[in-house]
T-cell receptor, first 117, second 112 residues
Framework: GAVVSQHPSWVICKSGTSVKIECRSL??????MFWYRQFPKQSLMLMAT?????????EQGVEKDKFLINHASLTLSTLTVTSAHPEDSSFYIC?????????????FGPGTRLLVL | AQRVTQPEKLLSVFKGAPVELKCNYS??????LFWYVQYSRQRLQLLLR??SRESIKGFTADLNKGETSFHLKKPFAQEEDSAMYYC??????????????FGTGTLLAVQP
């Protein structure tokens, strides 16, 4: 099946710094990728939809200036957490969509664990 | 509003017992539903989708539009089935704005 990678798998940073997380579709092209956030023992919460060549679509309550998304190519989307604070510590998961309108499947990355000190 | 409800946070069964993970949805259109599974220390992966009407690893799920349910079933649980199971609804808004809406998940623990 299709493979999605994320880098880094974990990151620890100081409060106030910015962190970039990469999401790559390794063996298929993805015009649409998604960024989720998962708190311990909770479900995935969609943060934003990343569209290649256009602006991301953010879910209600997600600050677009805080979580910058760039989908510069058909295989790469990046999420930058700007001026990170301890409350941004979480597990961030991306997925990439493959397939047509009604037969699409999302393939998930392994996640990136962010700890802000 | 689109919503997916998984009423059980934890389901504990013994090996060989039947399993039913409940999922109810709320959606105004024609729903497309999925079950995703996340094994310990692994990524989320698709288990099955209702339009495929298939059985994966012994699991089946039938869409019941009258009860707005998509329960996941397996007649005989195995220890390797222990994982977090998420029910998800594909919400169509057209084109690039389509998205998955996840339930809160049910942790299945199969005891020997």
């Amino acid at each position: 099946g299709a493979v999605v990678s994320q880098h880094p798998s974990w990151v620890i940073c100081k409060s106030g710094t910015s962190v970039k997380i990469e999401c790559r579709s390794l063996d298929f092209q993805a015009t649409t990728m998604f960024w989720y956030r998962q708190f311990p023992k909770q479900s995935l919460m969609l943060m934003a939809t990343s569209n290649e060549g256009s602006k991301a679509t953010y879910e209600q309550g997600v600050e677009k200036d805080k979580f910058l998304i760039n989908h510069a190519s058909l295989t790469l989307s990046t999420l930058t957490v700007t001026s990170a604070h301890p409350e941004d510590s979480s597990f961030y998961i991306c997925s990439a969509r493959q397939g047509g309108e009604r037969r699409e499947t999302q393939y998930f990355g392994p996640g990136t664990r962010l700890l802000v000190l | 509003a689109q919503r997916v409800t998984q009423p059980e946070k934890l389901l504990s069964v013994f090996k060989g017992a039947p399993v039913e993970l409940k999922c109810n949805y709320s959606y105004s259109g024609s729903p497309e539903l999925f079950w995703y599974v996340q094994y310990s220390r692994q990524r989320l992966q698709l288990l099955l989708r209702h339009i495929s009407r298939e059985s994966i690893k012994g699991f089946t799920a039938d869409l019941n539009k009258g009860e707005t349910s998509f329960h996941l079933k397996k007649p005989f649980a195995q220890e390797e089935d222990s994982a977090m199971y998420y029910c998800a609804l594909h919400a169509y808004y057209g084109g690039a704005t389509n998205k998955l809406i996840f339930g809160t998940g049910t942790l299945l623990a199969v005891q020997p």
